[in-house]
């Protein structure tokens, strides 16, 4: 086995898992406020890599304001949803919520294997991000050094936010308590749209951070999905710490075993899954309900 | 500052409110009684808009609410503290605190807030589920003293608290008189609302049946404990 292979794996590990963070992280904040399993997060994570490529495929708009740009549209889309269609749903019984996110999820993907069928499109990395270095023990690959560090700064400071600020302190009272929050004079129905936005934005950015690494497939939603609701049940449902961790370590753990034993990296996750809910079934980082 | 008239409640299709009838000017502190049950805590939810299912007429400071969501409810400058006193157990005293947005200028500072509970400056950093209930009552009171809300709504601020606590609330309703707020509460313990109120309302089976003054109290303590089943 060559340093070189071993750390490349982990590196390629540290991203998806920087992604499995992101998507989670979001999932996170959308359960703890609306109570639903947004099962469409991996639809707005493919959304935000095809977005990205659809601004420069037709308006010639490159990667940095993609950037920025195609998260803020994924998020406009999600909080039209939130508003025209789950926000129905939300004095049923969780599994509604799940279902309609799903329905929505297979909408979503459908349109997009409609219009640009299953191969995949490339999408160029952003000019200064090319090359790479020698580490010497390994080529880190400049690119990829920025999606950790990008990953790493947006799911850190979208805890910071949460944990420190006056709005994150409104969010997390109104997941406790939402009608007394309202009775504060918050406007709750709206944090609760902006929250939504934010959570699926998240998943946007990753999408746009994975675009020019993976292609950009209308598929590659639906195969990050099922992963990041491992990572989801393993850290511990609507727990913000917890995705981040969760995710960041599952990752590592699948680049690990793709090094060591490659046949089970597949399942890796989802036998961790396995263990932490016979162990601990309110998740490694939940609180038992 | 307050006025109902016939509101009629309901949770789901049972019907708890029949035509409450009450008002309260601006500057008093009016006291609901009743036995446990009668609806008076669905009184002050229909007020905040919690209970959405209502109907008739409550004006705010001259404002109709019956069809308002509580955010705009408060906005008109209104403080709940709820029985259930509604702490977050994930927020730490100070956030708990701070969180209600400021609704109107000359709400109360922190530094008055500590000098009034100074329970709460000890334990700034705690976790709000680590609170003992007269902490906890305290910081429910407080955290809307100092949005600067004008009318005050308390459901029953002595419900299960030792008689020193007890006190120390009651110490806090005359400074908030003498601040010239309006406060409507709904309270059990008649001693402590005699002590604090300007007048009283007796419920029973979802509507006032009796209305009592000040200068009544002495004359009427018989027919208020029977009212109260004491
Ligand atoms: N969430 C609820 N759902 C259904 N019925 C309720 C609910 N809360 C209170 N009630 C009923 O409404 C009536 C009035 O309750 P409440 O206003 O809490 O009385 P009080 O505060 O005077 O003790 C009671 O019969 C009570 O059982
Ligand atoms: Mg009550």
């Known amino acids: ?289 | 500052m307050l006025e109902i008239a016939g509101l009629h409640g309901f949770y789901g299709e049972s019907h708890v409110l029949h035509g409450v009838d009450l008002s309260v000017r601006a500057g008093e502190v009016v006291t609901i009684v009743g036995r446990n049950g009668a609806g008076k805590t669905t009184t002050l939810r229909a007020v905040m808009g919690i209970l959405q299912k209502r109907s008739g007429s409550i004006r705010v400071m001259g404002t109709e609410t019956i069809k308002l969501p509580p955010e705009r409810v408060a906005r008109l400058g209104v403080g709940y503290v709820p029985e259930e006193r509604g702490i977050f157990a994930s927020l730490n005293v100070t956030e708990n605190l701070m969180l209600p947005p400021t609704l109107a200028p000359g709400g109360m500072t922190t530094e008055e807030i500590y000098r009034l509970f100074p329970n709460l400056k000890d334990r700034a950093k705690s976790q709000g589920s680590k609170l003992t209930g007269g902490e906890q009552q305290m910081l429910a009171i407080a955290r809307v003293l100092r949005t600067g809300a004008k009318f005050l709504l308390l459901d029953e601020p002595t419900e299960g608290l030792a008689p020193v606590i007890v006190q120390q609330i009651g110490r806090v309703l005359e400074t908030i008189k003498e601040r010239n707020l309006t406060v409507l509460l709904v309270e059990q313990n008649f001693r402590f609302a005699a002590r604090v109120s300007d007048r009283h309302y007796v419920m029973e089976s979802g509507k006032i049946i009796d209305a009592i003054g000040r200068s009544e109290i002495a004359g009427k303590m018989e027919r208020l404990e029977e009212y109260l089943g004491v």
């Not at chain 1, 979001?26 to 997060?41: D, E, H, P, S, T």
């Open chain 1, 1 to 289: 086995m060559s340093a070189t292979a071993l750390f490349g794996q982990l590196l390629l590990g540290l991203i998806n898992g920087s992604f499995y963070a992101m998507l989670s992280l979001g999932l996170a904040i959308i359960f703890g406020l609306l109570a639903i399993v947004n099962a469409a997060q991996g639809a707005f994570y493919m959304l935000g890599a095809f977005i990205a490529w659809m601004l420069f495929q037709y308006l010639g708009i490159g990667y940095w304001a993609s950037f920025v740009l195609a998260p803020l549209a994924v998020a406009i889309i999600g909080m039209i949803l939130e508003r025209t269609l789950i926000r129905r749903v939300y004095n049923l019984d969780h599994l509604y919520g799940l279902l309609l996110t799903l329905g929505l999820f297979q909408i979503i993907q459908g349109m997009f294997v409609h219009w640009y069928g299953t191969s995949g499109q490339p999408y160029d990395y952003p000019d200064i991000l090319t090359g790479g270095h020698n580490l010497g023990f390994m080529f880190l690959p400049t690119y990829r050094a920025w999606v950790v560090v990008a990953s790493l700064i947006f799911c850190f400071g979208t805890w910071y936010a949460i944990e420190k600020t006056r709005l994150g302190a409104y969010l997390r009272a109104a997941t406790e308590n939402p009608t007394l929050v309202r009775a504060f004079g918050i406007n709750v129905p709206m944090l609760v749209t902006l929250a939504f936005g934010g959570g699926v934005a998240l998943a946007g950015l990753a999408g746009v951070l994975a675009a020019p690494i993976y292609q950009v497939n209308p598929l590659m939603g639906g195969n990050i999905l099922t992963t990041v609701f491992a990572v989801v049940v393993v850290g511990g449902f609507g727990s913000i710490l917890g995705a981040i961790v969760t995710g960041l370590a599952l990752g590592v753990l699948e680049g690990f075993s793709k090094v060591f034993y490659p046949e089970a990296s597949n399942m890796v996750i989802f036998a961790v899954m396995i263990v932490v809910l016979m162990i601990k079934p309110a998740g490694l980082f939940g609180r038992e309900r």
